[in-house]
């Protein structure tokens, strides 16, 4: 009898445990002369900051937080006061981070180990710290004209920006580092501004197809792509170079015409449909949604072809030969726009997620985008009938 007692006990202790054994991130750390003070931990949101716990740091200056793990890569701030300077911690997975703190000079002063990208944004924030210094010397110098300080402090953050590009953003479009590095701020004023200087959206655009390939259903992704897309509307001409400027032209039928080439090599234009009701698809085939997406399509262009259904899909990958192969089998037009969110064709149809599609009918009109079809195949259906 004891022995099924003991052995009842210990199963409800393995369940208990096992219930509370959800993934966790852990950040623990010791910080000098901290002793009956509190640090803050917040997470930072894409639209605003919350407190979301605080710990008494023991006498021997050591702290720990445990916390669920995000669903993609996250940041956190570290704080001694609500209102203070913070340590900003990236966290993609389960990572346990270790912080020494300096407690006199806090964000100023701490070692980071085991999360290479804080380690990183720990380096970003101290070049963004020195450009601040920089910038300052130039104000405070009374040999400048007001003019030749202006100019001091454009080149300076010019060859800033383009120095973070270079070792941050471009090596690795995809991780938190380059994500932190868009958002730099100097003086309160965004350095990267992506609305108002074209190198700075190319940066952001970078960083938001990467973004979007790894975590398309996560806000920050969908966030970062929408301002992307802005960015590149409003510093790039309505029609770019990567479009013929007549084929750019708003067609009487109602389409921006698009001729690209498909997996053979050959050209095929958008207007060469008129007299088929299209589905013109904009994706990626690197992205994680596009698989359910391509079931999707291809039940709606089984059941519709021989009605007159027609589907031109414009991919946005990089990769031509990754495109080549996940096109090769698909039974619809496949055709290859390799500039992605920097694509005229994505500027002039207003693509700001993918995938993104729109129904066209027979005479070459657009009739709605994907935001307004609460049922596609019955909008097909209609259109098929006309």
Not at 13 to 22: G, M, N, P, Q, R
Not at 45 to 52: A, F, M, P, R, T
Request: hydrophobic share 35%.
């Amino acid at each position: 009898m004891k022995n099924i007692i003991t052995a009842i006990l210990t199963g409800i202790v393995i369940l208990f445990t096992a219930c509370d054994e959800s993934p966790k991130f852990t950040i623990k750390g010791e910080i000098s002369e901290g002793n009956g003070k509190s640090i803050y931990l917040s997470h930072v949101g894409v639209e605003k900051n919350s407190l979301i716990d605080s710990v008494k740091i023991k006498s021997d200056g050591k702290f720990e937080f445990n916390r669920p793990r995000p669903e993609s890569y996250d940041f956190y701030r570290l704080q001694l006061d609500k209102k203070g300077r913070a340590i900003t911690i990236a966290v993609d997975s389960t990572e346990c981070i270790n912080i020494t703190i300096d407690g006199k000079k806090f964000a100023d002063s701490y070692i980071v180990e085991g999360s290479e990208e804080s380690r990183k944004i720990q380096e970003i924030s101290a070049l963004r710290t020195a450009l601040e210094k920089q910038i300052g010397y130039f104000i405070k110098d009374s040999s400048l004209t007001p003019d030749s300080i202006r100019k001091a402090i454009y080149n300076i953050t010019k060859e800033f920006k383009e120095n973070i590009f270079k070792q941050y953003i471009m090596p690795a479009p995809d991780k938190a580092s380059a994500y932190y590095a868009l958002f730099l701020k100097t003086n309160g004023m965004h350095l990267f501004n992506p609305n108002a200087n074209r190198f700075d959206s190319k940066c952001f655009a970078a960083v938001a197809t990467a973004l979007n390939n790894r975590y398309p259903e996560s806000a920050r992704a969908k966030n970062l792509y929408s301002i992307a897309v802005k960015g590149m509307q409003s510093t790039r001409p309505v029609i770019p170079d990567t479009i013929d400027a007549k084929e750019a032209e708003l067609s009487t039928t109602g389409i921006f015409d698009i001729k690209l080439p498909n997996i053979n090599g050959d050209s095929i234009s958008l207007s060469s449909l008129k007299g088929k009701v299209v589905l013109l698809d904009f994706i990626t085939y690197s992205n994680t949604r596009t698989s359910e997406h391509t079931i999707y399509l291809r039940e709606l262009y089984t059941k519709y072809k021989e009605q007159g259904l027609e589907i031109y899909q414009v991919s946005f990958d990089a990769d031509t030969h990754f495109w080549k192969t996940s096109a090769d089998k698909l039974p619809w037009i496949c055709v290859l726009d390799g500039h992605s969110i920097l694509s005229g064709n994505a500027l002039l149809y207003k693509v700001d997620k993918l995938p993104s599609y729109f129904l066209i009918n027979r005479a070459n009109e657009i009739v709605m985008r994907d935001e307004q079809i609460k049922d596609l195949p019955v909008e097909i259906e209609k259109l098929l009938k006309e």
